[in-house]
């Protein structure tokens, strides 16, 4: 599980094309390469993926994960290359500060940024929900976007807002988001467990 609450910018180093059909990313990091367990949990934009490698290499610490067919046909991983930066949260240890709402790194679609209107100390975002997730999405709920948690604050139709604060923009990647850009979205667990209590309901 994860805050959303982003602890650093990672980059992708190399991407590699394995024969059993994975896609394995090596991802640029500030973290102590021998505080990253082989087996750990690294949301990457939103995408909880499992570490199978750490290490440093040409002094820069690193860790690698491998991502399936279906992780790169449904999140933005499949757009990823070299270069290509993105958020990253470790995982929550019991005792941490749940900081924005409790996120489980299993995206529900591609989120797309419509119009984003800058203020002098803040951001609004407008984005256009996949077909299907906007009844998820409620006015002061919490959704996930690339990894980092957000508070609602208009929905019409299939497009929701954000505010996003200054902080959030110069420690994440939205800070470089423009009209067009697609992002991992994560809608509120609580909404969809809501929503299938409803649908279970006589009628």
């Not at 019991?94 to 803040?122: C, K, N, Q, W, Y």
């Not at 990894?147 to 929701?160: A, H, P, R």
């Amino acid at each position: 599980m994860f805050s959303g609450i982003v602890s650093g910018i990672g980059e992708v180093l190399d991407v590699e094309e394995k024969s059993d059909g994975l896609r394995r990313l090596v991802v640029g990091c500030d973290d102590d390469p021998d505080s990253i367990a082989v087996g750990a949990s690294i949301a990457c934009s939103g995408i909880c993926l499992t570490v199978v490698e750490r290490g440093t290499v040409s002094g820069r610490s690193f860790f690698a994960v491998d991502t399936a067919a279906e992780t790169l046909r449904l999140t933005t991983a499949g757009d990823w290359r070299r270069g290509t930066r993105i958020n990253l949260e470790r995982s929550l240890r019991l005792g941490d500060e749940l900081g924005g709402h409790l996120v489980s790194g299993h995206v529900d679609g591609i989120a797309e940024l419509v119009t984003r209107d800058d203020f002098l100390d803040s951001a609004s975002s407008t984005l256009r929900a996949p077909i299907g997730l906007s009844r998820f999405i409620a006015l002061k709920g919490s959704v996930a976007l690339d990894g980092v948690s957000l508070t609602v604050n208009k929905v019409e139709g299939e497009t929701f807002s954000v505010l996003v604060i200054p902080h959030t923009m110069q420690v994440t990647t939205f800070g470089a988001l423009l009209p067009g850009a697609r992002l991992n979205l994560e809608v509120d667990q609580l909404a969809r467990y809501v929503a299938r209590l409803l649908e279970s309901l006589p009628r």
